[in-house]
């Protein structure tokens, strides 16, 4: 852990009982100078640490950026998703630069995130809009020990960790449309985008880019009716990097739950709160249309489809609309 990350950890630790010079020193193993300097440098980048003569010091309020050593300060000390965490001004797109990342051959974990991109992209080659400072945008790189055909369950573990920490930190209750995006009041507050780099039996890596409207509160008037952020729809704006560190938390618990061959859990998770199933749906794949009745999830994750003359189809991709 790095200084910052020590004396973050340690303030939140003691929360409102705040900690002696002595005692901070003590917990984070820097000197009395270093300590000093370190809050100075978290103060001016708008950490509000009080320090009185009868509490000590106390972490009193923190900024709405993201700080590396702020993210690895709320992480548990045992992980896979966070092991790095990396922020970026702005990208052209996380999943670029985790990408990049990847091919260097830097370990599974490493968590890229941007306050801006200037070419964030979607599924199906849409465009992803993300305005500075208001909403998550990241990435994690992973190398999972899966086949392929098998990574559809990364995409279902990425939504339900997603969902579950949305409804930690916020209390509000979210829906997911297969494969993966989440919603709020039917409007799409989260999407995820899953790359992959494989050989015909064996994944080189997969990067799981996630995108989440926190505070975004104005979107463009072709958006107004189909996506939503977690500010709108809580009437209140959340600190961005308490959101973040919940997603990263609750990954990291499933992304191990995956790699132990504990999928059939997570997909009862998911499929509690998922909008698809038991629906009719229209799926385009390409310029193929498919219709007919989202019956369930196999055990890789893929959508099985009942179609219109009773026979059952797997889908591992494509873009879903429920029909009324
Ligand atoms: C979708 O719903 O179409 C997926 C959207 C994924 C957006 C995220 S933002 C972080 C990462 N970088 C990107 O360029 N895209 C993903």
């Known amino acids: 852990m790095t200084a910052d990350a020590k004396i973050l950890s340690a303030l939140r630790g003691a929360g409102g009982t705040g900690l002696s010079p002595a005692m901070l020193t003590e917990r984070t193993g820097l000197g009395a100078v270093a300590l000093a300097r370190r809050i100075t440098e978290l103060r001016a980048l708008g950490y509000d640490i009080e320090s009185t003569p009868h509490l000590g010091y106390r972490l009193l309020g923190s900024p709405d950026v993201l700080h590396a050593d702020d993210l690895l300060a709320r992480l548990p000390a045992r992980r896979i998703v966070g092991r790095d965490v990396q922020v970026f001004q702005q990208t052209s797109s996380t999943n670029d630069v985790a990408e990049k990342l990847a091919r260097d051959g830097v370990a599974e974990g490493v968590v890229i995130f941007a306050e801006t991109q200037t070419k964030g992209r979607g599924r199906l080659g849409r465009k992803w809009l993300s305005p500075t400072g208001q909403g998550l945008w990241f990435s994690v790189l992973l190398r999972p020990a899966l086949s392929p055909v098998s990574i559809t369950q990364l995409t279902v573990a990425a939504a339900t960790a997603v969902a579950r920490a949305i409804r930690l930190e916020t209390g509000l209750v979210p829906q997911i449309k297969w494969p993966n995006d989440i919603l709020l009041g039917g409007k799409k507050v989260v999407g995820i985008l899953t790359e992959l780099s494989a050989e015909l039996d064996r994944v080189r890596y997969v990067i799981i880019g996630i995108g989440v409207d926190v505070n975004v509160t104005d979107f463009p008037a072709e958006l107004r009716d189909v996506a939503t952020s977690l500010a709108a729809e809580a009437g209140k704006r959340f600190l961005r990097a308490e959101i973040a560190a919940a997603?990263?938390?609750?990954?990291?618990?499933?992304?191990?739950?995956?790699?132990?061959?504990?999928?059939?859990?997570?997909?009862?998770?998911?499929?509690?709160?998922?909008?698809?199933?038991?629906?009719?749906?229209?799926?385009?794949?390409?310029?193929?249309?498919?219709?007919?009745?989202?019956?369930?999830?196999?055990?890789?994750?893929?959508?099985?489809?009942?179609?219109?003359?009773?026979?059952?189809?797997?889908?591992?991709?494509g873009d879903v609309t429920l029909e009324k």
């Not at 504990?262 to 009862?268: D, N």
């Not at 709160?273 to 629906?279: K, M, W």
């Not at 369930?296 to 009773?310: K, N, V």
């Open 247 to 317: 997603i990263l938390r609750e990954l990291d618990a499933d992304y191990a739950r995956v790699v132990r061959g504990e999928f059939a859990a997570l997909a009862e998770e998911w499929e509690r709160q998922c909008i698809t199933l038991g629906r009719r749906v229209v799926i385009h794949i390409g310029d193929r249309k498919l219709t007919g009745r989202a019956e369930a999830l196999d055990s890789d994750g893929a959508l099985l489809l009942r179609g219109d003359y009773g026979h059952l189809e797997r889908i591992i991709g």
